[in-house]
């Protein structure tokens, strides 16, 4: 079946730094990802879609240049968190869906982001 | 505004029985419906998906149920094993509109052996 890769599984930085999170696609070629964020104990919230070759698409509220999206290829997104903070520290979790016709979607095992 | 509702935060059944979970929704758009199970740390993993177009699908122990009218799903499932205990999200979506999820807030489901 369909598989999403999601890294790293977690990860602890200090404030003002900026962490990467990837995003692939294995074994098939996705031209939009969905990046989502939860909280503890909240639902998840769409952040943005990601466009394989175009700009991302954020949610009304969430910081463009804080959450930088890339879709370089058809089977990697990355999302960028740029000089974080202790309140980004959250779930962050990655979905593709396989195929236009196919509207299941698979999701990455997700990235506990820790800010110190 | 959340658009999709699970009212109910969590959910305790004792194995063998029914377990039903309930979501509501206000968006008229919204077109395909899913359920995902979703341990801590982990993505959510699919269970079971609905088209508007229907108002019953079933696979194994899981069956969801849609009332377009009332605007209300819910996923049944019989009979109940301790390993479905888990936080159970529904999600809808509307399919023109590049097909983006969204999510309620989830109910925690515990199945008593």
């Known amino acids: 079946g369909a598989v999403v890769s999601q890294h790293p599984s977690w990860v602890i930085c200090k404030s003002g730094t900026s962490v990467k999170i990837e995003c692939r696609s294995l074994d098939f070629q996705a031209t939009t990802m969905f990046w989502y964020r939860q909280f503890p104990k909240q639902s998840l919230m769409l952040m943005a879609t990601?466009?394989?070759?175009?700009?991302?698409?954020?949610e009304q509220g969430v910081e463009k240049d804080k959450f930088l999206i890339n879709h370089a290829s058809l089977t990697l997104s990355t999302l960028t968190v740029t000089s974080a903070h202790p309140e980004d520290s959250s779930f962050y979790i990655c979905?593709?869906?396989?195929?236009?016709?196919?509207?299941?979607?698979?999701f990455g095992s997700g990235t506990r982001l820790t800010v110190v | 505004d959340q658009q999709v509702k699970q009212n109910s935060p969590s959910l305790s059944v004792q194995e063998g029985r029914i377990s039903i979970l309930n979501c509501d929704y206000t968006?008229?758009?919204?077109?395909?419906f899913l359920w995902y199970k979703k341990y801590p740390a982990e993505g959510p993993t699919f269970l079971i998906s609905i088209s508007s177009i229907k108002d019953k699908n079933e696979d194994g122990r899981f069956t969801v149920f849609l009332n377009k009218s009332a605007k209300h799903l819910s996923l049944h499932i019989v009979p109940s094993q301790p390993g479905d205990s888990a936080v159970y999200f529904c999600?809808?979506?509307?399919?023109?509109?590049?097909?983006?999820?969204?999510f309620g807030q989830g109910t925690t489901l515990q199945v008593k052996p």
């Open positions: 968006n008229s758009m919204f077109d395909y």
């Open positions: 999600a809808a979506s509307r399919i023109s509109n590049t097909g983006k999820l969204i």
């Open positions: 990601s466009n394989e070759g175009s700009k991302a698409t954020y």
């Open positions: 979905s593709a869906r396989p195929g236009q016709g196919d509207y299941g979607y698979t």
